[in-house]
């Protein structure tokens, strides 16, 4: 009896989670003037299905794990929107060959999608509290490709570059420097960047407080950058004072 609750419950967020994908394809769709794609590559849409939402975000958040939007994890922070997740990882370019930094680890979730893909991943996260309990819980879903520390994100993890790509999943003021630095040529970073702070979005956007960039790192270290998405994320924060650095 126990068994047969057991895989009902599962099955059940097997087909929440198909379910989820569907409709974030779905919004790939409807947003590719903006992506300039109309689809995810089928191996971030597999790497979604694959990793297991609900075991990222607090008990009484459970019932609302697969809808397609953020939810609270606690200390004011956020799981992101799965579609905005998909969208980062997409264009972010990444496989089984790529050593990513993630800045913001929050509950892990985003570093398990991009570990599902093959990735090395290295991610750091401001707040104590929410770095303890995500690298424990990526160790207990077995995620070994993901390295995790405490600290302060803006200045990146030095010792682990160059990336071939990075993704900040809290919006910065401007373009980070240091990160920016730690970027392989070649590399791509994704931010969300305060739209006073980086390049003005685009007139019909009304006036978004946040954007989302896509940086390329050329060969000879000169970047490009491109706007991707309105969007709302956290701040990009510093870790407590009293915190370990």
């Known amino acids: 009896m126990v068994n047969e609750k057991y895989e009902k ?20 769709r409807d947003t590719a003037d903006w992506l300039g794609k109309e689809a995810f590559d089928r191996k971030v849409l597999d790497a979604l299905m694959a990793v297991p939402r609900h075991a990222f975000v607090p008990p009484l958040e459970a019932a609302a794990a697969y809808e397609n939007r953020p939810l609270p994890i606690g200390e004011w922070q956020t799981i992101s929107q ?5 969208a980062m990882t997409d264009q972010a370019e990444v496989d089984e060959t790529s050593r990513v ?7 892990g979730y985003q570093a398990a999608v991009l570990a599902a893909l093959g990735a090395e991943v290295y991610t750091v996260e401001a707040l104590p509290g929410l770095a303890e309990a ?4 990526l160790a207990r879903l077995g995620y070994d490709k993901v390295h995790c520390r405490q600290g302060d994100g803006a200045k990146g993890w030095p010792k682990a570059a160059p990336f071939d790509a990075i993704l900040v999943t809290a919006a910065a003021k401007t ?5 920016l630095d730690q970027l392989a040529p070649g590399g791509r970073m994704i ?6 702070g980086g390049t003005p979005a685009p007139a019909h ?9 896509r940086i390329h790192k050329a060969e000879d270290g000169s970047h490009s950058e491109r706007i ?6 956290v701040p990009l924060i510093k870790p407590p004072k009293t915190a370990k650095r």
């Open 205 to 213: 956007w009304l006036h978004p407080e946040q954007v989302l960039m």
């Open 175 to 179: 373009l980070p420097r240091n990160l």
């Open 228 to 233: 991707l998405l309105p969007v709302a994320f």
């Open 191 to 196: 931010v969300p960047l305060e739209a006073e």
């Open 9 to 28: 419950q599962a099955n059940r967020r097997r087909a929440e989670r198909a379910e989820m994908v569907r409709i974030v394809a779905e919004e790939a």
């Open 101 to 107: 930094l993630e800045v913001g680890t929050g509950c």
């Open 82 to 86: 799965p579609f905005i997740v998909a």
């Open 134 to 137: 995500a690298a424990e819980r």
